[in-house]
């Protein structure tokens, strides 16, 4: 399975991106696919999943600025980010969880993407 994360970029606080993530290699309709982040001299973190009947879990850093959607045609996932902060800046880690657990952890991710920079100034 490839995963091909796209759509980070620089933005100032208050503004928004829109980030994609492209599956290949192989179905993943009952998959759970999600995002981690990775600041610098920091471990990576959950941000966000979404499993194949479209339950979702978020952390709580994100709650209300933050919202993953998928298209299981197109094997792709989507997260709008949405009031970013500074806090925000990180790479971003496209993951896919195929035991299909909502609350995904660094452990249980099987694939991960090459993750996008995304920069938020203040």
């Known amino acids: 399975v490839q995963l091909q994360a796209s759509g980070g970029g620089l933005v100032q606080a208050g503004g928004f991106l829109r980030l994609s993530c492209a599956a290949s290699?192989?179905?993943?309709?009952?998959?759970?696919m999600g995002w981690f982040r990775q600041a610098p001299g920091k471990e990576r973190e959950f941000v966000v999943a979404?499993?194949?009947?479209?339950?979702?879990n978020y952390a709580d850093s994100v709650k209300g600025r933050f919202t993953i959607s998928r298209d299981n045609a197109k094997n792709t996932i989507y997260l709008q980010m949405n009031s970013l902060k500074p806090e925000d800046t990180a790479v971003y880690y496209c993951?896919?969880?195929?035991?299909?657990?909502?609350?995904?952890?660094?452990?249980?991710?099987?694939?991960w993407g090459q993750g996008t920079q995304v920069t938020v100034s203040s």
């Open positions: 993951a896919a969880d195929v035991g299909g657990n909502v609350r995904i952890t660094r452990i249980t991710v099987d694939y």
């Open positions: 979404i499993n194949w009947v479209s339950s979702t």
């Open positions: 290699g192989r179905a993943l309709s009952r998959t759970t």
